[in-house]
């Protein structure tokens, strides 16, 4: 079965490398100067800079041509995923398709997998997620990955297809779980970005990331998933690394905010929208989300962090 990879960023051009270890593989860039400057380059100079493509890897810009695979993975920003779907849907359509975007649709409060069966019913959805730099992984760095796919057969199919030198696969039909272990541990890589950002100590840092991981198992359980899903790599495992790494982008935005510093607006940060989607879905279901709600404060300049500092802490006392 052949593979393609939609989206040249990072984490688009590093799995593309790194599945090209098991046969050839097709990267699309959107944009045709950037994918012709990778194809005569052999790098991507704009966002993996030092690393080589295999010559296993081809790069093109005709979605036409990538879309001749069998299966796909669909390396583009969470808020841009549905355009992608809707503007290319003939081409798309009938594919195995697999999200490898984390969050929460900020205009419908759908996950990844959830956005794929509504744009395009008759494709086969998955999701890959789970604790993974584009950096480490196009080194050939090893880790662990969350395969999410409520068909157990095609879970099969895709767990062998995609396992690579460097990337283990783990497989699951619990799609809710994973979607949501993924895009809400962004969250609290913010909020723990912006309390190192502040000063305010490693403690407070593990205290914000086990209650995060609470208010992230209350929103998925309530949602119907599994809470092993939460415990596993899409959840706790991605949670670990994004709240303890400047390689978060998540992460460096809190860091900023605590700082009282600028951040780059071109940079894609995920959890922002998902903070946003997160709150207003909290809100409807009626769950208790203090870490998140406060995350939108200060993304919005509504707290400083100071504040929100003292008014988590300040909070009822309760059992844990």
């Not at 012709?36 to 030092?50: C, D, F, I």
């Not at 895709?158 to 783990?170: D, K, S, V």
């Not at 799609?175 to 403690?203: F, H, R």
């Amino acid at each position: 079965m052949s593979v393609s990879v939609l989206g040249a960023g990072a984490f688009g051009t590093a799995l593309a490398i790194s599945l090209a270890g098991n046969g050839p593989v097709t990267l699309w860039a959107r944009n045709n100067a950037h994918a012709e400057q990778m194809q005569t380059s052999r790098r991507n100079v704009a966002r993996l800079p030092g690393v080589d493509l295999p010559p296993e890897l081809t790069v093109t810009s005709d979605l036409a041509e990538a879309a001749e695979s069998d299966t796909i993975l669909l390396s583009v920003p969470m808020q841009q995923l549905r355009g992608l779907l809707m503007a290319e849907g003939d081409a798309l359509a009938g594919k195995a398709l697999v999200a490898c975007c984390k969050g929460i649709e900020l205009s419908t409060g759908m996950g990844p997998v959830s956005v794929i069966r509504d744009c395009l019913p008759e494709a086969q959805a998955a999701l890959l997620t789970g604790p993974s730099f584009a950096a480490d992984i196009a080194r050939g760095l090893p880790t662990a990955l969350t395969l999410a796919c409520e068909d157990p057969a095609l879970g099969l199919s895709l767990q062998e297809q995609l396992t690579t030198a460097n990337l283990r696969l783990y497989r699951t039909t619990d799609t809710v779980g994973a979607e949501l272990g993924g895009a809400l541990k962004n969250v609290i890589a913010i909020a723990c970005g912006a309390v190192i950002g502040a000063g305010l100590g490693e403690s407070a840092r593990a205290a914000l990331m086990t209650r995060g991981y609470a208010e992230m198992q209350r929103m998925a359980l309530a949602c119907g998933a599994r809470a092993e899903t939460l415990a596993g790599l899409s959840g706790f495992g991605d949670l670990t690394l994004t709240c303890s790494s400047d390689l978060s982008r998540n992460y460096r935005l809190g860091f900023a905010i605590g700082r009282g510093e600028s951040f780059d607006p071109s940079i894609t940060v995920e959890g922002a929208a998902t903070a946003r989607a997160t709150a207003a879905k909290a809100e409807d279901m009626r769950l208790d989300m203090p870490i998140t709600q406060t995350v939108v404060a200060l993304l919005d300049g509504r707290l400083t962090i100071h504040d929100a500092t003292a008014q988590l802490l300040s909070r009822p006392l309760k059992e844990e």
